[in-house]
């Protein structure tokens, strides 16, 4: 199966900072990835799909690069509401696995 | 506006079936891909599997001996069944929405439950 690892586990920054997390892909995904938000207590949020491509209504200050193996999520401008954990998802037709997240703090 | 709602038993005896379902409105569970996603306390997300044209199944290999996953199209409902569990499945679960991009080749979830906790415990 593919797996995903997922860098840094947490990170601590600042609003108004410019946020990146990679996601490593075991094998070639291609760009079958999605990023999703996740807030405590709350389902987790599409913002990102097919790698570069942002859902209806996520905000421009996200995006997201790379194909293969190695994909970035970048928060161009980090927002008090963007605090939260971060997953990439393999899309693949048959398997869908997740990374183990990523913790943005302050 | 698509609307997911997890319902079914927040307490579940080892060894025991979890049972689930997931109604959906604004959307006919004959179309897309409808999912199960757990989350550990703590823990990462994880694919449980999915249904698609209301009885194609795919499910996660870790789990596969143990899952069904079902839809009944008329009360537009899909159930997830899941035997023998001991408090390693012990969760959140979601159900979700896996819309077609990618020219029909990936299907992002873009719409969730709210999520709800089983624990297994005696």
């Known amino acids: 199966d593919i797996q995903l690892t997922q860098s840094p586990s947490f990170l601590s920054a600042s609003v108004g900072d410019r946020v990146t997390i990679t996601c490593r892909a075991s094998q070639d995904i291609r760009t079958f990835l999605a990023w999703y938000q996740q807030k405590p207590g709350k389902a987790p949020k599409l913002l990102i799909y097919a790698a570069s491509t942002l859902q209806s209504g996520v905000p421009s200050r996200f995006s997201g690069s790379g194909s293969g193996t190695e994909f970035t999520l970048t928060i161009s401008s980090l927002q008090p509401e963007d605090f939260g954990t971060y997953y990439c998802q393999h899309l693949n037709l048959y398997t869908w696995t997740f990374g183990h997240g990523t913790k943005v703090e302050s | 506006q698509v609307q997911l709602q997890e319902s079914g038993p927040g307490l579940v005896k080892p060894s025991e079936t979890l049972s689930l379902t997931c109604s959906v409105s604004g959307d006919s569970i004959r179309n897309d891909y409808w999912s199960w996603i757990r989350q550990p306390p703590g823990k990462r997300l994880e694919w449980i599997g999915y249904?698609?044209?209301?009885?194609?199944?795919n499910y996660n290999s870790s789990l596969k001996s143990r899952v069904t996953i079902s839809a009944d199209t008329p009360k537009n409902q899909f159930s997830l069944k899941l035997t023998s569990v001991t408090v390693a499945d012990t969760a959140i679960y979601y159900c979700a929405r896996g819309t077609p991009r990618c020219g029909g080749d990936c299907h992002p979830l873009d719409y969730w439950g709210q999520g709800t906790l089983v624990t297994v415990s005696s």
């Open positions: 249904i698609y044209s209301s009885w194609r199944t």
